[in-house]
């Protein structure tokens, strides 16, 4: 068995509450799935992950195909083994990273060949191979190799991108299927498998994202996510291909929209019936010093905060804010020191869990007429 | 009241087994220090600290001086509070940063003056302005204001430093006794102040360690350390100069001797009497992947820990130890990850806390015939 969908409670608006049983893990979804590139969150250790409530979070299959090595880490019991993280994983393709990562890149129909960012050398990667990558890795769900179309494209760029995304997705189904077995963690988890998830792209072509979503139900994954957005295109349009896609997708499997978002978006589309989330924001965001908190953004580093006491958010009770002040997390910027990408991190995750916490607990409630 | 030593237990060797009363913390000795140069022992947050057992922390008085500034840490209620670090703090002088990493230095009788290796700005430091800092930051334990000898030195050198470094000791004193009512948190700790130590100096001479000694205990300081060592000398010097300066200092009050050492250092010289050390090495070796271990030193970053899923020290319950292997330690060095350098460091410090704690007990048992 893959993964299991309990619905526990859907509002009219379409947001559910529900749990996705997955090997390692059963996930309370909506879920927010932090970003953990390289086999680690940047800068939090996994134990303070396990503290702030993540479920689940991602690995990216580019990154740890290149360093350390997926056979590596197959060796060594799959990803969840060689980073000590025993809740559930998801894997992207790697065909994001090498679109966006790579150099010299060829794309043919039958795969792409890339030169790594790291030294250079030459890699070719075809669905297959990034299957077989993600069965090495033995994330409780891998990820469809896909195109995540650009924005803008034009209607001929979309179209032979969705062919190539539907071509690929076809083999990544089968090559899985045939090779599912082989994740590592298979004899301690008998009877459970890996999940596979078809990519719905289309570009922002309303006809392009259906024919999508129909073929790819026709191939029967295990669930759907829609991709290729918040790639520039604005956020009403972002908002509009979601509204478009989610009622297409069938209502027993999960949902996940890839790569989104701002605060006040993962909670909008949470309501519209998306699942799971991910985005590197929260993260990415808290190296740089901006703090998303209760009252608005936080650029830490500003002037004004030098002596400020005050918490960083005063309605969060997360580490962070129970127990330092703004002026020291500016103080640490300011300084360079490695403990504010780790004291920001957190605070922005604590944040960004908790909203999905609170959607959680609204979706649960009987709806008012 | 300033600090109080309690010795519990003292063995031939000359090791003793104290508690030291400090207005934030009871220190149990001998004692090692982490170094939390610009207030965060770099890439650890506070709270892991107190879980490794740190009792008490240094803060760095040039450091903290140039960024934010003391007077900024003062109006804050001193670093104790700006850090959210509750134990013990020691701050140094600045003195040895202002030697190691200012330009343009020019020392005078009177004080030095120099250029902030941060921004080139002008800085003039007396030992009257290091107590002024020091009483700002409010560490438990302020530093006289020294000049640290260098390695090697001859003896008209280091007469006129240890001159120099005699005339400061007084100064700051002097300067101590009549502004340490002006510590931040006076007002929390009724009838408790912060302690003063003088340094002793002297380079590689006897005679010139023991007038210096001689000295400072004249002026009665609530302390003793012995600083200009470590400094290059071969250790066996490091050594027979510890062992000459120790007997020479009053037994009811703490001895520290400055910025030592490896493992089997720090053990040797608190069975010789010590009671405190502090050294930048379990730290910064740490962000350069350098572990200490039971085993011995391992160089995490070499290429046959890739696959080893033995923890980094099998004899250690550290969270590092307890949870992650060698081959994760190294990929994380491998990728520049952020959080390398926290996970190593947490190891190295309970590797250094553990070795002091195991001393602390030896000294407690009853000597063997």
Known sequence: MALALDLLHTIDAGGRRAQLHLPHQTVETPVFMPVGTAGTVKAVPQDTLESLGAQIILGNTYHLYLRPGHEA???????????????????DSGGFQVFSLSELRKVTDEGVKFRSHLDGSSHFFTPEHSMDVQIALGADIAMAFDECTEYPADRARAEESLRLTMAWARRSLDHFRAHQHEVPWAADFAGRSQSLFGIVQGGMYRDLRKQSAEQLMEMDFDGYAIGGLSVGEPRDLTLEMIAEVL?????????????????????????????????????????????????????IKNKKFAEDQGPPDPNCDCMVCRRYTRAYLRHLMQAGEALSATLNTIHNLAYYLGIMQKVRASLEKPQQA
């Open 73 to 91: 880490i197959r060796r060594m019991g799959g990803l969840h083994k060689f980073i000590s993280w025993p809740r559930a994983m998801l894997t």
């Open 247 to 299: 009622p297409m997708l069938p209502k027993d499997k999960p949902r996940y929209v890839m790569g989104v978002g701002y605060p006040d978006e993962i909670e909008q589309y949470a309501r519209m019936g998306v699942d799971m989330m991910d985005c590197v924001l929260p993260t990415r965001a808290a190296r740089h010093g901006l703090l998303f908190t209760s009252e608005g953004r936080l650029t």
